[in-house]
């Protein structure tokens, strides 16, 4: 039986591995000796490499060390906290508690090209927020000892001052390896959009484009976030900016969905002409002469007899023979009297119909912060303990173009923040029936009462029994959004909960020797899972290594006595039990053809055999009956 190697199985995917698997199957040729051989990959690539020295790129102080860091693999887990869930059973929403960017290593198996829309609110880099402390091989310690779970004592990080020197590369160093790894979760018609203001847009778009691509920059909405007028400015700065990229812009284009129609919209379509499909308005039946192929130019012959060409500089939206297809079914209006110029009809009943996303948003249509700031203040006892939240109406805005109602899409945020996209997820599905699923990512950074600007929401922490940290907050936040839409939609009976998770370090022991006390050491080897760690959390961490969504039914049933789980209708079976016998094993084996499961993968502990001689024929047993992942931990 093979067994989980704690030093590959107990860390999060290798992706230079990854790449290196991918670049072979592109470029045999290019290997010598299980080495990259960079003279035949140049070779290969002809014209497309650029070896001059001098040469146009976009870097700083530390990017090499920070792409670096996103390819170092977690050793970390994420432990299930079932007490600070809501609704755990049915839940498919799920909350992250920890340092984003172990998280996301270790979503990468799991939501590899899974995720739909991204969003962001990362820090704006003003001199005043939290900059993450990722260090190159110890980011998982490092987390560990700012919550305080190595030593007992936390420690203080400090903010990103201008007067630090690397203002701006802490800042690239600190959004490059989370973006490089989001980027991997995408689906190909995903995309992503980050806030971000005038001092770092720049660099955001920079940065953008090296990791998506500059071809998949979608565009840079310009949303008005506040109302009333800044006075203590020389001009009063009313708007962020909200950047867009997507994993494929063309096929995010080909996918993106319209904007709702609003009243006045609806009010332009009417039906003049009485027909049976019901209201429309008309669209030019021109296009730019640029744009349109030889096919597009000619002669159009109107049902009075006219001929028509296109206009100067333009062509016909339509092909002939299309174009004559349409006039055939009424789809194209000539004017009451029939004799007025081609548009082409669209009616308000065509599913696609809609408005088409603007460059601009308003905070009419999508709130201001102030307006964010009273919603969350009412939720929490009337008490501001978020500086700037984001309203849930503007990511309401970005599900609206990106997400449909009923696919379940997965909606990520990893700088969680104030819990705003998750709000914001339950309300969208409250408003069209939806079941989308947000997945969210929040560290818990300290709240200090001795701090002014922080002493209202760390009384807030201590008023209610809670730990003073931004997690909590979230937490509480998504909770009373939760008991609000109850009351508010009493007969939604979608996705309303969230299951939390803990970033922690692995379940698995890993194997340290002490050679003045083997003795010992060897006998600490044989139960290699932490005596602190539950079946749960150890279970949790094999979906992670097996690839599969946090999300993903568990049944557990009773097998001769002992617990069994089954996980994704038999896509993998666990047994974390002692004493196991033949007839369990057996058991486990039956469940292959009730289940019928296509991959059926087998996780048993590799000190629960009731002696060697069951260990030895388990896998016998469970390969006759058409299993061959099995496996120890």
């Given at each position: 039986m093979e067994k989980l190697n704690p030093k590959t199985d107990g860390a999060s995917v290798d992706i230079v591995v990854q790449n290196i698997e991918r670049l072979k199957q592109i470029f045999p040729d290019a290997f010598t000796e299980g080495k990259v051989d960079f003279d035949i990959l140049r070779e290969t690539l002809g014209e497309y490499v650029d070896d001059r020295s001098e040469k146009y790129s976009f870097t700083w102080n530390g990017k090499s060390k920070a792409r670096r860091i996103a390819q170092v693999p977690s050793t970390g887990t994420?432990?299930?906290?079932?007490?600070?869930?809501?609704?755990?059973?049915?839940?498919?929403?799920?909350?992250?508690?920890?340092?984003?960017?172990?998280?996301?290593?270790?979503?990468?198996?799991?939501?590899?090209?899974?995720?739909?829309?991204?969003?962001?609110?990362?820090?704006?880099?003003?001199?005043?927020?939290?900059?993450?402390?990722?260090k190159y091989q110890d980011n998982l310690q490092t987390y560990l000892r700012y919550t305080g779970q190595t030593d007992g004592q936390g420690f203080k990080l400090s903010t990103n001052s201008e007067s630090s020197g690397r203002y701006h590369t802490n800042w690239l160093n600190m959004m490059f390896p989370r973006l490089k790894l989001a980027r991997n979760l995408l689906r190909d018609d995903g995309a992503i959009f980050i806030s971000i203001d005038d001092s770092e847009v720049r660099n955001l778009r920079n940065l953008c484009d090296e990791v998506f691509g500059e071809e998949n920059f979608v565009v840079p909405v310009i949303w008005q976030k506040r109302i009333t007028p800044e006075n203590r400015r020389a001009f009063s700065y009313e708007h962020d900016y909200v950047v867009c990229y997507a994993r494929s812009a063309d096929v995010f284009a080909e996918t993106r969905r319209l904007l709702p129609l609003t009243d006045e919209a609806r009010a332009r379509y009417r039906n003049p002409d009485d027909d049976s499909r019901g209201d429309w308005q008309s669209v030019p039946a021109i296009a730019q002469a640029g744009h349109g192929t030889k096919s597009q130019f000619y002669k159009l012959k109107t049902p009075d007899g006219r001929l028509l060409d296109p206009p100067e500089g333009c062509c016909w939206r339509y092909t002939e023979a299309r174009m004559v297809q349409e006039i055939a079914d009424n789809r194209i209006w000539f004017g009451a009297n029939g004799q007025g110029v081609p548009r082409i009809k669209r009616f308000l009943s065509d599913t696609?119909?809609?408005?088409?996303?603007?460059?601009?948003?308003?905070?009419?249509?999508?709130?201001?912060?102030?307006?964010?700031?009273?919603?969350?203040?009412?939720?929490?006892?009337?008490?501001?303990?978020?500086?700037?939240?984001?309203?849930?109406?503007?990511?309401?805005?970005?599900?609206?173009?990106?997400?449909?109602?009923?696919?379940?899409?997965?909606?990520?945020?990893?700088?969680?923040?104030?819990?705003?996209?998750?709000?914001?997820?339950?309300?969208?599905?409250?408003?069209?029936?939806?079941?989308?699923?947000?997945?969210?990512?929040?560290?818990?950074?300290?709240?200090?009462?001795?701090?002014?600007?922080?002493?209202?929401?760390?009384?807030?922490?201590?008023?209610?029994?809670?730990?003073?940290?931004?997690?909590?907050?979230?937490?509480?936040?998504?909770?009373?959004?939760?008991?609000?839409?109850?009351?508010?939609?009493?007969?939604?009976?979608?996705?309303?909960?969230?299951?939390?998770?803990?970033?922690?370090?692995?379940?698995?022991?890993?194997?340290?020797?002490?050679?003045?006390?083997?003795?010992?050491?060897?006998?600490?080897?044989?139960?290699?899972?932490?005596?602190?760690?539950?079946?749960?959390?150890?279970?949790?961490?094999?979906?992670?290594?097996?690839?599969?969504?946090?999300?993903?039914?568990?049944?557990?049933?009773?097998?001769?006595?002992?617990?069994?789980?089954?996980?994704?209708a038999g896509a993998l079976i666990v047994c974390l039990a002692k004493q196991i016998n033949l007839q369990v094993v057996e058991g486990i084996a039956a469940l292959k053809d009730e289940l019928k499961s296509e991959v059926m993968r087998v996780v048993l502990k590799d000190s629960g055999f009731e002696d060697d001689v069951v260990k030895t024929n388990a896998v016998q047993i469970l390969r006759q009956a058409g299993i061959d992942d099995v496996k120890s931990l």
């Open positions: 994420l432990r299930p906290c079932l007490e600070d869930s809501v609704n755990w059973a049915t839940t498919k929403n799920i909350f992250i508690e920890g340092d984003n960017l172990e998280v996301l290593k270790l979503l990468q198996k799991a939501y590899h090209k899974k995720i739909k829309m991204i969003y962001i609110d990362p820090p704006y880099n003003t001199g005043k927020e939290f900059i993450y402390p990722d696609r119909q809609g408005i088409t996303p603007s460059t601009l948003w308003f905070a009419a249509d999508t709130g201001a912060n102030e307006q964010a700031k009273k919603q969350v203040s009412k939720l929490l006892s009337d008490k501001v303990v978020f500086d700037n939240p984001k309203p849930t109406g503007l990511i309401q805005r970005m599900l609206d173009i990106t997400t449909e109602t009923g696919n379940s899409d997965i909606v990520l945020d990893f700088f969680a923040g104030s819990g705003t996209t998750g709000h914001a997820v339950m309300l969208q599905n409250s408003g069209d029936n939806g079941n989308r699923r947000y997945v969210l990512v929040q560290l818990p950074e300290h709240l200090d009462p001795e701090n002014k600007g922080q002493k209202t929401a760390a009384d807030f922490c201590d008023n209610i029994g809670m730990d003073r940290t931004i997690a909590e907050l979230t937490k509480e936040r998504l909770r009373r959004s939760i008991m609000r839409l109850t009351e508010d939609a009493p007969l939604f009976t979608e996705d309303l909960g969230f299951k939390v998770f803990k970033l922690d370090s692995s379940n698995i022991k890993p194997w340290d020797a002490d050679f003045d006390n083997l003795e010992t050491s060897l006998f600490n080897a044989v139960e290699n899972i932490k005596p602190d760690r539950s079946e749960a959390d150890v279970l949790y961490e094999l979906l992670l290594k097996y690839g599969l969504d946090l999300a993903v039914p568990i049944e557990e049933r009773k097998v001769h006595g002992k617990a069994i789980y089954i996980i994704g």
